[in-house]
C-alpha cells in the first residue's frame, strides 16, 4: 500500500499537468433524473462520438502526473468495457485513486466490474458512491426508475461484501439535495447511517441546468442544517479503516465546511484551481476546467467567449499541448481575475487538496 502513496505523491508534484480528471465515460442513462445537470447529452446519446477504448489509452498514456480520476456519466456501469478504462490510468498515467458513482440499477454488473477493477488495480484506492435521493418511491420517482431504491439497497449489500474481500475498496453514498428531497433530508440520512453499509456520506447541492429547473429552490439553511447533521453521524460511527478513507473523508470534510459558507453567502473564499490542477472531458473527448464554468458564462455574460478548451481529438489525444494554446491560457486567467467562484463540492476538495494553507484544517479534520 505504501507505493500507493509514493506513486500518488510523484504525481501530486508533478505539475507538467491537472492531478485530478473528471471523466464522463458514456452519456448512456437508464434513469432520467430531475436534478440531472447532464440531461442534454443524455437525451443526445445515440448522436454522440464517444471515446473508443484504444482513444482512451492513448489520452492516458499522455497524461502524466494524474492521481485521481472520477468517472461519471450517464451511468458508467452501462459502458460494456467499463472496468477495462481505469487500468489504462492506473498503468499509463500512475493514477492511484478512482471514484465512481452510480445510480446502482445494474447490480450484477457493478458487482462484477468493481471486483474486476480492484484487482486489476491492486495497487489503487476505489470508492464507489451509490445515489441515495430518497427512502422507497421518492427515491424511484426523483431519479424516474421505478425499483430503483431496491437496486440501491442490494448494491449495498453486494459491495459490502466486496469491501469485505478487497482492501482497496470503499463504498460511499451521496444525496443532491434539491427542491425534491429537501423536506425528507434528514429521514434520508438517519436511514441511509441504519440500514447500509459505508464508509462516508455526501451531500451535493444541486447545481447546473438541471432537466427541471425548480431542482435548485432549495430553502435557505436547509444544506448546512444537513450537512451538520452528516457530521455527527459520521463522527459517532468512528474513522474508516483505511488511511486512503480517512484522508478522503478529511478533505472532503474541509472543502464541506467551507461549501456550507459558500451556499449560504455566496462569498468568494479560495482561488480556484480548476483548469490547472482539475479538468473535466466528456464522452467525446470535449475538455473544460470545470462543469460550472460555462453556466457562470451564460449567466454573467462575461467577456470570455467559450470555456471550452478543446476536443482532446483535435490535440492528438495530449493534454499538455491543449493546456499549451493561448485560448486556454485565456480561460485560465479568467478564472483568476474575475475570482470565479461556486459550489462545486469536487472543484472545492481540489482547491483545498493544492492550497497549503488550508492544510492545517485537513490535518484538524484527519485527527478529529
Given at each position: 500500500?505504501?507505493?500507493?502513496?509514493?506513486?500518488?505523491?510523484?504525481?501530486?508534484?508533478?505539475?507538467?499537468?491537472?492531478?485530478?480528471?473528471?471523466?464522463?465515460?458514456?452519456?448512456?442513462?437508464?434513469?432520467?433524473?430531475?436534478?440531472?445537470?447532464?440531461?442534454?447529452?443524455?437525451?443526445?446519446?445515440?448522436?454522440?462520438?464517444?471515446?473508443?477504448?484504444?482513444?482512451?489509452?492513448?489520452?492516458?498514456?499522455?497524461?502524466?502526473?494524474?492521481?485521481?480520476?472520477?468517472?461519471?456519466?450517464?451511468?458508467?456501469?452501462?459502458?460494456?468495457?467499463?472496468?477495462?478504462?481505469?487500468?489504462?490510468?492506473?498503468?499509463?498515467?500512475?493514477?492511484?485513486?478512482?471514484?465512481?458513482?452510480?445510480?446502482?440499477?445494474?447490480?450484477?454488473?457493478?458487482?462484477?466490474?468493481?471486483?474486476?477493477?480492484?484487482?486489476?488495480?491492486?495497487?489503487?484506492?476505489?470508492?464507489?458512491?451509490?445515489?441515495?435521493?430518497?427512502?422507497?418511491?421518492?427515491?424511484?420517482?426523483?431519479?424516474?426508475?421505478?425499483?430503483?431504491?431496491?437496486?440501491?439497497?442490494?448494491?449495498?449489500?453486494?459491495?459490502?461484501?466486496?469491501?469485505?474481500?478487497?482492501?482497496?475498496?470503499?463504498?460511499?453514498?451521496?444525496?443532491?439535495?434539491?427542491?425534491?428531497?429537501?423536506?425528507?433530508?434528514?429521514?434520508?440520512?438517519?436511514?441511509?447511517?441504519?440500514?447500509?453499509?459505508?464508509?462516508?456520506?455526501?451531500?451535493?447541492?444541486?447545481?447546473?441546468?438541471?432537466?427541471?429547473?425548480?431542482?435548485?429552490?432549495?430553502?435557505?439553511?436547509?444544506?448546512?442544517?444537513?450537512?451538520?447533521?452528516?457530521?455527527?453521524?459520521?463522527?459517532?460511527?468512528?474513522?474508516?479503516?483505511?488511511?486512503?478513507?480517512?484522508?478522503?473523508?478529511?478533505?472532503?470534510?474541509?472543502?464541506?465546511?467551507?461549501?456550507?459558507?459558500?451556499?449560504?453567502?455566496?462569498?468568494y473564499l479560495t482561488p480556484c484551481l480548476?483548469?490547472?490542477?482539475?479538468?473535466?472531458?466528456?464522452?467525446?473527448?470535449?475538455?473544460?476546467?470545470?462543469?460550472?464554468?460555462?453556466?457562470?458564462?451564460?449567466?454573467?455574460?462575461?467577456?470570455?467567449?467559450?470555456?471550452?478548451?478543446?476536443?482532446i481529438r483535435d490535440y492528438k489525444y495530449?493534454?499538455?499541448?491543449?493546456?499549451?494554446?493561448?485560448?486556454?491560457?485565456?480561460?485560465?486567467?479568467?478564472?483568476?481575475?474575475?475570482?470565479?467562484?461556486?459550489?462545486?463540492?469536487?472543484?472545492?476538495?481540489?482547491?483545498?487538496?493544492?492550497?497549503?494553507?488550508?492544510?492545517?484544517?485537513?490535518?484538524?479534520?484527519?485527527?478529529?
Amino acid at each position: 500500500m505504501a507505493s500507493r502513496y509514493v506513486t500518488a505523491l510523484r504525481g501530486y508534484l508533478d505539475r507538467r499537468t491537472p492531478g485530478y480528471l473528471i471523466f464522463f465515460v458514456t452519456p448512456y442513462c437508464n434513469c432520467r433524473c430531475k436534478m440531472c445537470f447532464n440531461a442534454e447529452a443524455i437525451a443526445n446519446a445515440q448522436n454522440r462520438r464517444i471515446l473508443r477504448l484504444d482513444e482512451i489509452e492513448t489520452f492516458a498514456r499522455n497524461f502524466p502526473g494524474l492521481h485521481h480520476v472520477n468517472f461519471s456519466g450517464g451511468e458508467p456501469f452501462l459502458r460494456a468495457d467499463f472496468d477495462a478504462i481505469p487500468p489504462l490510468f492506473y498503468e499509463h498515467s500512475g493514477a492511484r485513486f478512482f471514484t465512481c458513482a452510480t445510480n446502482s440499477s445494474m447490480p450484477e454488473s457493478v458487482e462484477r466490474m468493481v471486483a474486476s477493477i480492484c484487482r486489476r488495480c491492486p495497487d489503487a484506492w476505489l470508492r464507489i458512491t451509490q445515489s441515495l435521493d430518497g427512502i422507497g418511491p421518492l427515491h424511484d420517482e426523483i431519479r424516474g426508475r421505478l425499483g430503483l431504491f431496491e437496486c440501491v439497497m442490494e448494491v449495498n449489500r453486494r459491495l459490502d461484501a466486496l469491501r469485505r474481500q478487497l482492501s482497496n475498496l470503499s463504498v460511499g453514498v451521496s444525496m443532491v439535495l434539491s427542491k425534491f428531497n429537501q423536506e425528507h433530508a434528514r429521514e434520508i440520512v438517519e436511514y441511509a447511517f441504519d440500514k447500509m453499509a459505508f464508509s462516508d456520506f455526501g451531500v451535493l447541492y444541486v447545481r447546473g441546468e438541471t432537466q427541471d429547473p425548480a431542482a435548485h429552490d432549495v430553502q435557505p439553511g436547509t444544506y448546512t442544517d444537513v450537512q451538520q447533521l452528516v457530521t455527527h453521524k459520521i463522527s459517532a460511527a468512528g474513522a474508516p479503516r483505511s488511511f486512503s478513507g480517512r484522508l478522503f473523508r478529511a478533505i472532503n470534510r474541509t472543502a464541506t465546511q467551507m461549501l456550507e459558507q459558500a451556499v449560504e453567502t455566496g462569498a468568494y473564499l479560495t482561488p480556484c484551481l480548476a483548469g490547472r490542477r482539475m479538468v473535466v472531458m466528456d464522452d467525446e473527448g470535449n475538455v473544460e476546467p470545470c462543469e460550472m464554468l460555462r453556466i457562470l458564462l451564460r449567466e454573467k455574460k462575461g467577456r470570455l467567449n467559450d470555456a471550452s478548451f478543446g476536443n482532446i481529438r483535435d490535440y492528438k489525444y495530449d493534454i499538455r499541448a491543449m493546456l499549451a494554446t493561448p485560448h486556454a491560457r485565456e480561460i485560465l486567467d479568467y478564472i483568476v481575475k474575475t475570482k470565479c467562484h461556486c459550489t462545486f463540492e469536487c472543484a472545492m476538495a481540489v482547491n483545498v487538496l493544492y492550497t497549503p494553507r488550508l492544510w492545517g484544517r485537513v490535518a484538524k479534520n484527519l485527527l478529529s
